[in-house]
């Protein structure tokens, strides 16, 4: 069996239809990790709604991100006649363009998974989880038939999963790896999820200058004071050289998120530096770069920078 089915020619929403993301599959094929794909692919996904309530949701405001619903047998009253009844009334409403994405397992790969889990099958809770997965895939299969992207996950790792969901599905493709860019202060401890850090503490320091002190590195006299360290450019120029080498190699991974982090000694000065520059030049790369700094932050953002202006004029 191919491992990936289109059924229809085009998958894109019709102008202003709400989009619609039906996932289903039997038990232990991937729904759980399709929904978080699609969630980082920046659909608003709901798991296990009861399908009675799947009319009143989309019945409120419309809203600007597509929708990825998670269903299976689990859900209450979950059946085969009335998950086609809802994919019917969704079609014939001009409103919304519904799409059901199928991801379907051989049956010994769906047991050899509930074997490795030690989980018991929904549909049979009391007999080996031969019976169940049997039974799921015969009242799944009129929902198979409806697939308009069908994916088969038997042999299939979660990151080739999320390549080919991707592929389907992504929102934004040439936006899909966002980078964040952050200083911290060591005093406080590393920032939690980074995935690079980066150790300033060695650059000249604008605390000792007391013109400078009350400033943080948003400011052009900070920046220019850590920038005429000798050591600052190649610093800058090999880790700026190296993030631009590594963020199409995770991109190519499927990651959706980097982050990268700069500390110094109390978080105000060199790394804020190291951190506005870098977030500039991912930028001017054409990467998508936010900007964070934790410790600016717990003072209060405009703080440090309301003494620039004085201090500014001393200088």
């Known amino acids: 069996m191919d491992q990936v089915r289109a059924e229809t020619a085009d998958l894109a929403p019709g102008d202003g239809a709400q989009r619609v993301v039906l ?34 949701l989309l019945d409120g405001p419309a809203r600007p991100v597509p929708l990825a619903l998670g269903l299976d047998v689990r859900n209450r009253d979950f059946s085969a006649a009335n998950l086609i009844e809802l994919i019917d009334r969704l079609t014939r409403n001009p409103d919304y363009a519904p799409e059901v994405l199928y991801l379907d397992c051989s049956p010994d790969t769906l047991v050899r998974r509930y074997s490795e889990t030690r989980r018991r099958h929904p549909l049979a809770p009391t007999d080996a989880p031969m019976a169940g997965v049997l039974t799921e895939i015969d009242l799944l299969a009129p929902i198979r038939a409806r697939a308009d992207v ?120 060199r790394s804020v530096t190291l951190a506005e520059k870098m977030a500039d030049s991912l930028a001017e790369a054409g990467w998508q770069v936010s900007r964070r700094h934790r410790e600016l932050e717990r003072r209060g953002a405009e703080k440090p920078q309301a003494a620039e202006s004085g201090a500014a004029d001393r200088l």
């Not at 996932?23 to 798991?47: K, Q």
């Open 23 to 56: 996932i289903t599959g039997p038990s232990g094929a991937g729904r759980s990790t399709a929904i978080n794909v699609l969630e980082d692919l920046g659909f608003e996904a709901i798991d296990n709604l009861p399908l009675s309530l799947v009319p009143r």
């Open 150 to 269: 069908l994916v088969d996950t038997s042999d299939l790792s979660p990151h080739d999963l999320k390549a080919e969901l991707a592929r389907w599905f992504d929102t934004a493709p040439e936006r899909r790896l966002t980078v964040s860019v952050q200083s911290f202060s060591y005093k406080r401890g590393l920032p939690r999820g980074v995935d690079m850090v980066f150790d300033c503490r060695f650059l000249a320091n604008p605390h000792w200058e007391p013109d400078l002190r009350p400033l943080d590195g948003r400011s052009v006299a900070v920046q220019d004071y850590v920038g005429a360290d000798p050591r600052y450019e190649e610093f800058f120029a090999r880790v700026r050289d190296l993030t631009l080498f590594l963020l199409p190699a995770h991109l190519d991974e499927g990651k959706s998120h980097l982050s990268i982090a700069f500390g110094c000694t109390g978080g105000q000065h």
